[in-house]
T-cell receptor, first 115, second 114 residues
Framework: NAGVTQTPKFQVLKTGQSMTLQCAQD?????MSWYRQDPGMGLRLIHY???????DQGEVPNGYNVSRSTTEDFPLRLLSAAPSQTSVYFC??????????????FGPGTRLTVL | AQSVSQHNHHVILSEAASLELGCNYS??????LFWYVQYPGQHLQLLLK??????LVKGIKGFEAEFIKSKFSFNLRKPSVQWSDTAEYFCAVNVLGGGNKLTFGTGTQLKVEL
């Protein structure tokens, strides 16, 4: 039982390049989300999904796309990377969007640097 | 929109000292409250959570937090810290009826010295 996994762990991009951060979970959780963590700013919600086929924007969605074709996977796409997207990205999951007291489980993070 | 304030950005304590980290939120409705910890190089882990009932909640590793509704606060405490408590601590709020979205504070970096 791997929990929440994220790949890659580290990535360096040049401005304008595209890439996809992967997030997978084997807990059969309905709710998945992406956060970015920046020094002095805590974690900010980028996008989230309450189930397969359903996604919505969080606090800082610009420059990022998501899709949710399966329960298990929730990839985050950067279409044209910018230095402002240098950050640590965390994926999180929880059991049910209606049970909003559920604990969120975080993945190990992806450290992204955009030059 | 709700917001979360953590007033202490960096705290340095000696082992065995007592700890209190402040957390205030701004939202007039019903909230669920969380404290997460991030040890160096690791992902976030849940320390404790408050949904309802007894406003004093106990979490893992000897941590506790008290929800004071009139003050919109959820301060984290530990009577005696250890070197292994060195980490970053995040307070987070979830609005009842707002799905599972969490709003985080900016974090408090705790360093415990031997």
């Amino acid at each position: 039982n791997a929990g929440v996994t994220q790949t890659p762990k580290f990535q360096v991009l040049k401005t304008g390049q595209s890439m996809t951060l992967q997030c997978a979970q084997d807990m059969n959780h309905e709710y998945m989300s992406w956060y970015r963590q920046d020094p002095g700013m805590g974690l900010r919600l980028i996008h989230y999904s309450v189930g397969a086929g359903i996604t919505d924007q969080g606090e800082v969605p610009n420059g990022y796309n998501v899709s949710r074709s399966t329960t298990e996977d929730f990839p985050l796409r950067l279409l044209s990377a910018a230095p402002s997207q240098t950050s640590v990205y965390f994926c999180a999951t929880s059991g049910s969007p209606t049970q909003n007291y559920n604990e969120q489980f975080f993945g190990p993070g992806t450290r992204l640097t955009v030059l | 929109a709700q917001s979360v304030s953590q007033h202490n950005h960096h705290v340095i304590l000696s082992e065995a000292a007592s700890l209190e980290l402040g957390c205030n939120y701004s939202y007039g409705g019903t909230v669920n409250l969380f404290w997460y910890v991030q040890y160096p190089g690791q992902h976030l882990q849940l320390l404790l959570k408050y949904f309802s009932g007894d406003p004093l909640v106990k979490g893992i590793k000897g941590f506790e937090a008290e929800f004071i509704k009139s003050k919109f606060s959820f301060n984290l405490r530990k009577p005696s810290v250890q070197w292994s408590d060195t980490a970053e601590y995040f307070c987070a709020v979830n609005v009842l009826g707002g799905g599972n979205k969490l709003t985080f504070g900016t974090g408090t970096q705790l360093k415990v010295e031997l």
